[in-house]
């Protein structure tokens, strides 16, 4: 069996909700696999659902960059925050976020692009990493191009209009006028950053995260002791909680002037009656440092003992 530490603990809290002996018991039960203990605790009735995997332990900066008719978004990463605040870093990332609209969101094109110093970005990264001595890297790219209409955005917890930790593009489809475009993609985009949806329709879910939520679903109401045929409607009752939670299109407006009522698909139906338009969300994208990367544990005092080579 695998040995549960304390911050394994900590961390399958943080995630699911629930309480510290049931987390320490699910992670008895799954040897220590934080994912199937999240799906053991939730089987059990004592966790909500994960919407994305893996912990946000990485840092770094999102880098935006833009034009009316299209965007990117960079995550550039590095080991502590205090380097994420240099100035050289931020520079960077700027740069690296325009380079990256020209490169269309291609990592390998992105990395040969070259720099205003005339080096590439592969090579000006591995510069910095030499001149500040801690390990950066640039982990992925995104572009997105839209016609006619506009690509619009948001930066949250900006240090500059273009750089942050959590960055958003979206593409609005429509021959209505760009300022108003620019005006609900913004509102659109500031939602997509609180609400984290993981696609624009149902169908665009991944099947393999489909299938996961069914099995736990039918897991769930199967304990109940109730007749098949019911136990299949309280499945698809859920399902549809859950494409709500996770599906842009079915979720409720959370940005500005929200009423808590009125779906993202709702909000769209009326923008395109009083743009005079049909408005359609084409694409959209949603960055968060270091999601889905995990570091690995150590306690400061033995980091410092081993640097002095004790």
Not at 1 to 24: E, F, I, Q
Not at 182 to 210: C, N, R, T, W, Y
Not at 244 to 264: C, F, H, K, R, S
Request: aromatic share 4%; with cysteine; charged share 25%.
């Amino acid at each position: 069996m695998a040995n549960v530490s304390a911050s394994m603990v900590k961390d399958l809290r943080d995630k699911t909700g629930a309480g510290m002996m049931d987390c320490k018991a699910a992670l008895a039960e799954t040897n220590g696999d934080m994912e199937a203990a999240v799906d053991w605790l939730r089987k059990k009735g004592l966790a909500k659902a994960a919407k994305k995997a893996g912990r946000v332990a990485a840092e770094g900066l999102i880098g935006l960059a833009l034009d009316r008719h299209a965007g990117a978004l960079v995550e550039v990463n590095s080991e502590t925050d205090f380097v994420a605040r240099n100035d050289q870093f931020k520079t960077f990332v700027t740069e690296a976020a325009r380079l990256g609209l020209k490169a269309e969101g291609d990592l390998e094109k992105l990395l040969a692009k070259k720099t205003s110093s005339g080096a590439t970005v592969d090579e000006t990264i591995k510069s910095l990493v030499a001149k500040i001595g801690e390990n950066m890297s640039v982990r992925r790219v995104t572009a997105m191009t839209v016609s006619p209409g506009v690509v619009a955005s948001y930066v949250h917890n900006a240090s500059s209009p273009e750089l942050g930790k959590i960055g958003v593009l979206v593409a609005l489809k429509s021959v209505a006028p760009e300022d108003k475009l620019l005006a609900l993609g913004k509102q659109l985009a500031m939602h997509i950053s609180f609400a984290a949806p993981l696609a624009l329709k149902p169908e665009h879910l991944p099947a393999d995260v489909v299938a996961r939520e069914r099995a736990i679903y039918a897991d769930q109401a199967r304990q109940s002791g109730k007749p098949e045929n019911v136990i299949e409607k309280m499945i698809e009752g859920r399902m549809r909680k859950f494409y709500q939670e996770t599906v842009l299109l079915a979720q409720t407006y959370m940005g500005p002037g929200n009423d808590g009522e009125t779906t993202i698909a709702k909000m769209l139906e009326k923008a395109s009656k009083d743009l005079g338009a049909p408005v359609e969300i084409e694409a959209f994208v949603r960055y968060q440092v270091g999601e889905g990367i995990e570091k690995t544990d150590g306690d400061f005092a033995d980091e410092v003992k081993a640097m002095a080579g004790h």
